[in-house]
């Protein structure tokens, strides 16, 4: 009972309630109400990769979050939207930007930069959602943040002369990056306005949409289609495999001895894998059991 989907979420549907219609569905096969959760939201307006964990697998969200992602997504220059995508309405309008001055800015977004989210974003704000308190018209800041760009590829533009309507940009980057940021931050870079009209997670932890089944052939069988703890672990961090002895003791909330490099890892007894440990100085911990 403890897995993953990879899901390929449609448009016009929240992160949430794909959840939800994941876990009854497999829930009612199991005979047996299942814990589940998303590694990771996606707006409705977007679609792609969303990783669904079920069970005690649902405990591996910290470990996985902030793992690499790529996105695909289009910025629509000329216009300022207040939710920074499709969804919001016009607050303000400009010229269309030069390519050449988009092609001239984007390697700026490269590595590590300052980023302030978007105020209709999920951030929490004194015990609120940031994009309840913008919804209700209320006026407040947002910290800037650190994220990781690894990578920006122009895919498509549509050009009006040697002016830039609409840019498609395939964007590799770490955990916590809001494209919809990026894409009112490169319009600001050239002085114009965008909103981000079309927003595609390709890729979440090593998961490829070319992989991921749609959510009404998951619903029809999901049995078929819950994938094992050790096939996203191993994604992310090595496995290792534990004798007895050591399995007792971890399980104990004891340390054990091992020849591992510090950092963390992935731990199985019997072919399941059952922990995830912290090293340090060739000595083992458990910090996430992944049993019952």
Sequence with gaps: MNGFAVINKGLDITSSDIVI?????FSKVINQKIKCGHMGTLDPM?????????GNA???????????????????????R??????????????????SAIEEVLPTFLGEISQVPPKFSAVNVNGQRAYNMARAGKDFKLNAKKVYIK??????KTLVGDECKDLTLSITCGGGTYIRSICTDIAQAVGVCAYMSALTREDCAG???????TLNDFLKNPIDYVRDVKE??????????????????????RWIDCDWEDGVYGVEYMSNVCFIVSVKHNKARSICYLQD
Excluded at 151 to 156: P, T
Excluded at 207 to 213: C, D, L, P, Q
């Design 82 to 99: 207040d939710t920074a995508d499709a969804t919001g309405k016009v607050t303000d309008t400009s010229p269309l930007p030069k390519f």
């Design 46 to 54: 977007a679609e792609g990769v969303l990783l669904i964990a079920f």
């Design 232 to 253: 996203i672990l191993s994604k992310v961090m090595p496995i290792y495999e534990l004798e007895e002895k050591s399995y007792i003791r971890l399980r104990n909330g």
């Design 151 to 156: 990578d920006i590829k122009i895919v498509d």
């Design 21 to 25: 219609k994941c876990r009854n569905a």
């Design 58 to 80: 649902t405990r591996l969200f910290d470990y996985l979050l902030a793992k690499e992602k790529t996105y695909v997504a289009t910025f629509t220059f000329g216009e300022n």
């Design 207 to 213: 998961f490829n949409i070319k992989e991921a089944v």
